[in-house]
């Protein structure tokens, strides 16, 4: 069974720094897409940053310049750096991933951490 699991969360002061982290295991073949998404009290699920297998990179516009993300393939990880951390960054931060397993293809999601940032 695919499992996300997702770390490094907490709280932080305004201009602050955090790094997500998020493992993916269970009988995985490949896995193309990972990303970030957020959700904040009372609003949608937003996409934040997506990374390819390949390397190739986009972001929220909410987020650029600020945050990065990268992927370790040979762990299957993904992380997101989140530097200049604003109040408007408070939100659940999920991780999500498209994989192809010994059970086929599909997407699935971490458990979320939460991010909280004080002004």
């Known amino acids: 069974q695919v499992q996300l699991v997702e770390s490094g969360g907490g709280l932080v002061q305004a201009g602050g720094f955090l790094r997500l982290s998020c493992a993916a295991s269970?009988?995985?073949?490949?896995?193309?897409?990972m990303a970030w998404y957020r959700q904040a009290p009372g609003k949608q699920r937003e996409l934040v940053a997506s990374?390819?297998?390949?390397?190739?990179?986009s972001y929220a516009d909410s987020v650029k310049g600020r945050f990065t993300i990268s992927r370790d393939s040979t762990k299957n990880t993904v992380y997101l750096q989140m530097n200049s951390l604003k109040p408007e960054d408070t939100a659940i931060y999920y991780c999500?991933?498209?994989?192809?397993?010994?059970?086929?293809?599909?997407?699935?999601w971490g458990q979320g951490t939460q991010v909280t940032v004080s002004s």
């Open positions: 999500n991933a498209d994989v192809t397993s010994f059970r086929g293809f599909n997407y699935f």
């Open positions: 269970g009988g995985i073949f490949t896995i193309n897409v």
């Open positions: 990374i390819t297998s390949g390397g190739s990179t």
